[in-house]
């Protein structure tokens, strides 16, 4: 398969977007974490909290980076949204195995 390659490893996690941009959006950018605090209209403690990943990236972050970076909200929220359903879903492992199908499935 041609896009086999680009597959990302289901048994590991997400990066946190808070890491994707500490580790890769600042740096390109030159930019030290006071001044994009306050670029995005946010207090350190805030964006260095999302740059840890202790704190995820909310909707309303998400629209910040978004307009920041330039590449829209919605790259942020998929990215949170990811890191979070994997956590969430070894975290509930095991009652998710004891939850039976609906019949007939039910399609989104």
């Known amino acids: 398969m041609a896009h086999e390659e680009n597959r990302r490893d289901r048994a590991r996690p997400p990066i946190h977007p808070g890491v994707i941009l500490r580790e890769d959006v600042l740096p390109a950018l030159k930019m030290p974490v006071t001044t994009a605090a306050e670029r995005l209209g946010v207090s350190r403690q805030t964006l260095h909290s ?11 972050m998400a629209l910040r980076l978004g307009k920041f970076c330039g590449n829209g909200a ?8 990811a890191y979070d359903l994997w956590h969430a879903e070894r975290a509930l492992a095991d009652q998710l195995d004891r939850i039976e199908l609906a019949e007939p499935p039910i399609a989104a």
């Open 74 to 81: 919605e790259i942020w929220t998929r990215m949170q949204a």
């Open 50 to 60: 999302i740059l840890r990943g202790d704190s995820a990236v909310s909707p309303e």
